[in-house]
Antibody
Framework: QITLKESGPTLVKPTQTLTLTCTFSGFSLTTSGVGVGWIRQPPGKALEWLALIYWDDDKRYSPSLKSRLTIAKDTSKNQVVLTLTNMDPVDTATYYC???????????????WGQGTLVTVSS | QSALTQPRSVSGSPGQSVTISCTGTSSDVGAYDYVSWYQQPPGKAPKLMIYDVTKRPSGVPDRFSGSKSGNTASLTISGLQAEDEGHYYC???????????FGGGTKLTVL
């Protein structure tokens, strides 16, 4: 049974760096084809894809946020960490981590999601 | 503004069929057969309903089907049920630079 759960601060100040941790179970990020992605959703708005890390440490980022994003994995802890620098109120959103469906031909298929964590950016 | 264009809302009565469109460009939807669809009930995480344009993950009813023509993908839900209400998002692979793009979402109301 695959589960994922996001953790991190619920409130950050503008210009601060956000660090979110995705702790998962039921799969290993050392298995070929496995990936974990991050997607966010501002209140009342659409989903926005942020980043993806694969089992082989290959990483992909949204081009609009690439300069501010870092994704990393800790396979010993079954965790994926996302950092987003220079936070702004427009970054207020629910942040989700999700497991990439292994036999999906693209990289846009996420079959298990965490519950999401709402991060508010405000001074 | 989202990269993929979806109608803001659609509606249908129980038992009817509805189709949600998702229009992209020749760089995303039109270039790859890598379109997925997500259902998001209010206050919950999205659920994968369709991937690779037409494939259904295990457990998704065959009332849900996907298709694509040119730069437009579609999700059809037949035999509408009250539990189908929610927002639906399309998502496409968009190449090695942009990578993944979502649509703006469509709210489905079952009348």
């Amino acid at each position: 049974q695959i589960t994922l759960k996001e953790s991190g601060p619920t409130l950050v100040k503008p210009t601060q760096t956000l660090t979110l941790t995705c702790t998962f179970s039921g799969f290993s990020l050392t298995t070929s084809g496995v990936g974990v992605g991050w997607i966010r959703q501002p209140p009342g708005k659409a989903l926005e894809w942020l980043a993806l890390i694969y089992w082989d440490d290959d990483k992909r980022y949204s081009p609009s946020l690439k300069s501010r994003l870092t994704i990393a994995k800790d396979t010993s802890k079954n965790q994926v960490v996302l950092t987003l620098t220079n936070m702004d109120p427009v970054d207020t959103a629910t942040y989700y981590c999700a497991h990439r469906l292994i036999y999906c031909a693209g990289s846009n298929c996420y079959d298990y999601w965490g519950q999401g964590t709402l991060v508010t950016v405000s001074s | 503004q989202s990269a993929l264009t979806q109608p803001r809302s659609v509606s249908g009565s129980p038992g009817q069929s509805v189709t949600i469109s998702c229009t992209g460009t020749s760089s995303d939807v039109g270039a790859y057969d890598y379109v997925s669809w997500y259902q998001q009930p209010p206050g919950k995480a999205p659920k994968l309903m369709i991937y690779d344009v037409t494939k259904r993950p295990s457990g998704v009813p065959d009332r849900f089907s996907g298709s694509k023509s040119g730069n437009t993908a579609s999700l059809t839900i037949s035999g509408l049920q009250a539990e189908d209400e929610g927002h639906y998002y399309c998502c496409s692979y968009a190449g090695t630079y942009t990578f993944v793009v979502f649509g703006g979402g469509t709210k489905l109301t079952v009348l």
